[in-house]
Structures are given as structure tokens and as C-alpha cells.
């Protein structure tokens, strides 16, 4: 079926250095992206979005980038920080009224001293 | 800022019991999404509720309902526990008549069924 899924399940970066997290939908319909993360025994964190119709969105310290010409996306965190450690979701929003997350599975990074 | 509510924040249950999951939304949110997290998995969206109607379903299974009741808490009950259902279960709201699709998620519900 049709699935959003990312390419690493772990990634491990040098602290202070950029982390880009990637990540390969497979529904060319698919127009709402999310990036959350999940810190250990937490629920999802909401980091970042983007609608098709954009190419790149930015936030504080985080940049999405989105290429629907091969239906990828990716997350960018800029001077990658301890407490960025956590497992990383790329999501798509389906559903009635966009009413629910398809996750795809996560990306664990790790932050090297 | 207020957040998601969920209780319990643990439930140990044998087979064939029945368990209920509680969430209470961010106030003003209109919206409540229930999700499954097995050990090691991403969030399985099992269902949602829109305005005390149901708005979407997902991998729920038979032996799961959900409700939302007038003052926009959400009740996930589960009957005839299986080993299987042992996860982390999420619940999270929104404001979509307001235009927003941003869902926050409470702190999970960890069931255990031994």
C-alpha cells in the first residue's frame, strides 16, 4: 500500500554540526507533510510542516525541504544540539478534513559529544 | 499552556480483560485522534472524532470503540485484551474549525497486558 517511509533508521551527528533526516512518500496525491519528534517516553512533537505547494519552509533551527518530483522530503536541523536527541517521524496527513497521521518509521539520532 | 491529558499514564491488564483509556483534549480543541504505538513502531492511527462524530477510522480493531462525549473527552475501551495490545497508546487533539490541521499529543497511555 501506499506508505511514507525514511531511508536511515538511525543517524549519529557531531554536536554543533547540521543533521538532515530524510525521508520517501509514495503517494504522488499526497499534498500535507509533518516532521515530529518523539523524545523517550513522550508523545510526538510537532517540528515543522509543509503543504505541496511549497519547496521549502523554515522554522527556528529547522528547514524542510520537500521535492515532489521524486516525492521526498527532508528535515534539516542547523547546530544539532543535545536535546535534539530523539526518534524522528516524517508523517503525511490523510484522512477526511486531513483528519489523521500516517507516520513513517523513525529515525533515532544520537548526538555525538 | 494547557496539553493533552491522558489516564492513566500506565495499565497493567491480563488476557481478556477489558481496559478504558481516557483523554482529555487542549480546551477549545474540537478534535481528538487516537493512535497505537507497539514497542520499537511508529504511531498507528487508529481512529478519530470530530465534534462528538467520528471523523476517520484506521487499524482499529472490532474489539476497540471509541467515543467522544459532550464536553469533548475522548474514551477508548478495549475488551478482550490480547497479549498484541501491549503499546504505548497516544491520543491527540486539534482545532480544525479553526483552520488548523496541527495535532498535539498528550503524554501516551502505557498498557501492559500480561
Known amino acids: 500500500g501506499e506508505s511514507v517511509g525514511l531511508h536511515l533508521p538511525t543517524l549519529s551527528v557531531q554536536e554543533g554540526d547540521n543533521s538532515i533526516i530524510n525521508c520517501a512518500y509514495s503517494?504522488?496525491?499526497?499534498?500535507?507533510f509533518i516532521w515530529y519528534k518523539q523524545e523517550s517516553g513522550k508523545g510526538p512533537q510537532f517540528i515543522i510542516d509543509?503543504?505541496?505547494?511549497?519547496d521549502k519552509r523554515q522554522g527556528q533551527r529547522v528547514t524542510v525541504l520537500l521535492n515532489k518530483t521524486v516525492k521526498h522530503l527532508s528535515l534539516q536541523i542547523a547546530a544539532t544540539q543535545p536535546g535534539d536527541s530523539a526518534v524522528y517521524f516524517c508523517?503525511?496527513?490523510?484522512?477526511?478534513?486531513?483528519?489523521?497521521?500516517?507516520f513513517g518509521s523513525g529515525t533515532r539520532l544520537s548526538i555525538r559529544p | 499552556a494547557a496539553g493533552v491529558i491522558q489516564s492513566p499514564r500506565h495499565l497493567i491488564k491480563e488476557k481478556r480483560e477489558t481496559a478504558t483509556l481516557k483523554c482529555y483534549p487542549i480546551?477549545?480543541?474540537?478534535?481528538v485522534y487516537w493512535y497505537q504505538q507497539g514497542p520499537g513502531q511508529d504511531p498507528q492511527f487508529l481512529i478519530s472524532?470530530?465534534?462528538?462524530?467520528?471523523?476517520d477510522k484506521g487499524s482499529i480493531p472490532d474489539r476497540f470503540s471509541a467515543q467522544q462525549f459532550s464536553d469533548y473527552h475522548s474514551e477508548l475501551n478495549m475488551s478482550s485484551l490480547e497479549l498484541g495490545d501491549s503499546a504505548l497508546y497516544f491520543c491527540?487533539?486539534?482545532?480544525?474549525?479553526?483552520?488548523?490541521?496541527?495535532?498535539?499529543f498528550g503524554p501516551g497511555t502505557r498498557l501492559t497486558v500480561t
Open positions: 491527540a487533539s486539534s482545532l480544525v474549525s479553526g483552520g488548523s490541521y496541527e495535532q498535539y
Open positions: 503517494n504522488s496525491a499526497s499534498d500535507y
Open positions: 509543509i503543504r505541496s505547494n511549497m
Open positions: 508523517a503525511e496527513n490523510r484522512g477526511s478534513s486531513a483528519s489523521k497521521i500516517i
Open positions: 480546551p477549545r480543541h474540537d478534535t
Open positions: 472524532f470530530y465534534e462528538k462524530m467520528q471523523s
